[in-house]
């Protein structure tokens, strides 16, 4: 089994190339050939593996042969060595929470199951291989804990000054070693657009070895879909339709659950939960799509103005926007509905929610009043203690912070300034040849 590229100009790549290359040649993103469904044996049997053995078969079924099965079984149990448990919080209201990684956030799945593959790839390299990440808070620090000391492997993060929160810059710039952050003058837009400049730059391609991190690397997308899998699996037994609500920004994780649901997962419908940046509920009310510059909200690893994994989506569903609209509703909602939601779900629930899982929250109640018979779940995508200054004073509590974010506090920010211009970001890019 083989990757495309959404562009359909560059060559067919192996998933060795399409991991290492991250972005196509032809400014596409990677898509796999095929999306195999899982057998009748494993959708009947699921609900009664472990997530690690669903992570494997749900892996080998979606990447054929293009890989070894045994390092994919040891890829899968590495990476996936943390739950993601389904709470019920009342009524037929339940929350994923898939925060439980070291960096707190859903994308330590992802970072784990890449960091492992391209560890594998790059063995018999002779140069190392640079990873360039753009992130608007929470990628950056799941990258950077995924590859924090992988030999041969040298981290390049970009993150927007002032947009990203106390605890999140701080994963990003104590680390040290071969992780180094960029601290951008500009807004998370800028800095996906400066990476993906330098994919464009062939010349430096010639002479530095670099990839990408972000979720458009298809190797990031890969284990997201194994949470879909390990939800159902949790309320499989109420034998009710769920709605699953993932609050998006890049749209990484909704194309995921899709693929997941393409796969065989019965889900009865997507809800795509945005803030301000609402471009894809636009797309979806209009039929076509206009990338706006992106705003910042409360819910900042949203805050993306031209979702990359947009084009993920129009693949899957031929460009067809009703057949679209079949599978996703979305729902935008903006930092006061935010703040209230998060009071609301601790109310109501006692629960603490983040303000991503908040925004996902909501747009699964809108839902649910409609389709008042169905189960259904929101993603938890952060633990709330990674946005303490929004959440305690919505909830007016104290926020636990947990062991291994407090370690942070009082470590030494390094981080090096950036301008938004090309030439500036080349420049530190041509000291790393
Ligand atoms: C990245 C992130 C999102 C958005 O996920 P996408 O895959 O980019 O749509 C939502 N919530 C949190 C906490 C995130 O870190």
Redesign the pocket.
């Known amino acids: 089994m083989k990757f495309y590229s959404t562009n359909q100009k560059a060559p067919r790549a192996t998933l060795k190339e399409a991991v290492l290359n991250g972005l196509p040649a032809d400014n596409g993103l990677y898509m796999p050939e095929k999306i195999t469904p899982l057998s009748d044996e494993f959708l009947h049997n699921f609900p009664f593996y472990t997530f690690k053995k669903i992570a494997f078969k749900v892996a080998r079924t979606l990447l054929q042969n293009s890989i070894d099965h045994q390092l994919l079984k040891q890829v899968t149990d590495e990476a996936i060595n943390f739950p993601a448990p389904v709470k019920h919080l009342g009524d037929n209201f339940y929350s994923l929470e898939l925060f439980h990684g070291p960096s707190l956030?859903?994308?330590d799945y992802g970072a784990r199951f890449m960091a492992r593959l391209m560890s594998h790839f790059v063995k018999d390299e002779e140069r190392d291989l640079h990873i360039l990440v753009a992130t608007?808070?929470?990628?950056g620090g799941a990258v950077a804990m995924g590859f924090y000391k992988v030999p041969g492997i040298k981290v390049t993060i970009l993150y927007p000054k002032g947009k990203v929160s106390h605890l999140q810059e701080l994963q990003l710039t104590t680390l040290g070693e071969n992780i180094t952050a960029l601290e951008v003058e500009g807004v998370f837009d800028d800095c996906q657009a400066l990476v993906k400049q330098a994919f464009l730059d062939t010349k430096l391609r010639e002479q530095l070895l670099i990839s990408s991190a972000n979720?458009i690397n298809i190797s990031r997308l890969i284990p997201?879909i194994f949470y879909y899998f390990e939800a159902i699996k949790q309320v499989a037994d109420l034998k009710k339709p769920v709605v699953m609500s993932?609050?998006?920004?890049?749209?990484?994780?909704?194309?995921a659950g899709i693929i997941a649901q393409k796969m065989g997962l019965p889900i009865h419908r997507f809800i795509a939960a945005v803030n301000d940046n609402d471009g894809f509920y636009r797309y979806l009310q209009q039929g076509s799509f206009t990338p706006k510059p992106s705003v910042q909200t409360l819910?900042t690893?949203?805050d993306?103005g031209n979702?990359s994994?947009l084009v993920r989506i129009n693949e899957i569903f031929n460009f067809d926007v009703q057949s679209i609209k079949n599978h996703i509703t979305s729902f935008t909602y903006n930092n006061a509905d935010t703040k209230k939601a998060l009071q609301e779900i601790y109310e109501k629930f006692n629960y603490v929610a983040?303000p991503?899982?908040a925004v996902g929250y909501l747009g699964l109640k809108a839902f649910l009043k409609q389709h008042p018979s169905a189960v259904g779940i929101f993603?938890e995508?952060?633990h709330p203690s990674?946005f303490i200054d929004i959440v305690e004073p919505a909830i007016q509590q104290k926020v636990a912070i947990p062991k291994n974010l407090k370690r942070l506090m009082g470590k030494e920010k390094r981080a090096i300034p950036m301008s938004i211009e090309y030439a500036d970001f080349k420049k530190y890019l041509e000291q790393l040849i």
């Open positions: 956030a859903f994308k608007s808070g929470d990628t979720s997201q993932v609050p998006s920004g890049n749209f990484g994780n909704l194309t819910s690893a949203m993306v979702p994994n983040d991503h899982g993603q995508t952060a990674k």
